[in-house]
């Protein structure tokens, strides 16, 4: 699959996401009234809106243009990374401050490529193809936050 393809159909599933997030969230409107729980359910959303917001960043400058992403990917990440820092600085259960610390770490890794291309080299990759697998891991990190709610809040709820 070449970089287009892939930053178009990962965009797009990037955006199902939020979307479906939404549904999730409403179904209990008791999570949207608790200021710790809004917070948390909003990192969840931040997980996939930032991931999805690069892709079509990333389809927009392409590779002709490596300025376009590069810039919106350092700005997007460090976003991320501030959102993810506050949300790590509130969460008392291990795994979820371990999944926040893995996402902060993905999100300064996504703005040194896109600050530093060359770090791509190494690894025999063009820097925006490290970029994408960066972005899937955001997003399967999102996908535990989410995986977390949903257990967490059924065992709640069946006490």
């Given amino acids: 699959m070449?970089?287009?393809?892939?930053y178009a159909v990962f965009s797009?599933?990037?955006?199902?996401?939020?979307?479906?997030?939404w549904g999730v969230t409403l179904r209990d409107?008791?999570?949207?009234?608790?200021?710790?729980?809004?917070?948390?359910?909003?990192?969840?959303?931040?997980?996939?809106?930032?991931?999805?917001?690069?892709?079509?960043?990333a389809q927009?400058?392409?590779?002709?243009?490596?300025?376009?992403?590069?810039?919106?990917?350092?700005?997007i990440a460090l976003a991320g990374l501030a959102s993810t820092l506050r949300l790590l600085s509130t969460d008392a259960v291990p795994a979820v401050r371990a999944v926040r610390a893995g996402t902060?770490?993905?999100?300064?890794l996504v703005a040194l490529v896109g600050s530093f291309p060359g770090l791509a080299e190494?690894?025999?990759?063009?820097?925006?193809?490290?970029?994408?697998?960066?972005?899937?891991?955001l997003v399967a990190l999102g996908h535990a936050l989410v995986?977390?709610?949903l257990v967490h809040e059924t065992?709640?709820?069946?006490?």
Avoid: K, N
């Fill in 60 to 75: 927009v400058g392409g590779v002709e243009q490596p300025l376009v992403w590069r810039l919106s990917f350092i700005v």
């Fill in 122 to 137: 190494p690894v025999g990759l063009r820097p925006i193809q490290v970029e994408a697998l960066l972005l899937v891991l």
């Fill in 12 to 21: 797009a599933t990037c955006f199902t996401l939020v979307g479906l997030w």
């Fill in 104 to 108: 902060a770490a993905a999100y300064v």
């Fill in 155 to 159: 065992v709640t709820d069946a006490r």
């Fill in 29 to 57: 409107t008791a999570w949207v009234a608790d200021p710790v729980r809004r917070r948390a359910i909003g990192g969840v959303y931040l997980a996939f809106l930032l991931p999805a917001l690069m892709g079509l960043f």
């Fill in 2 to 6: 070449d970089v287009t393809t892939f």
């Fill in 147 to 149: 995986w977390h709610h």
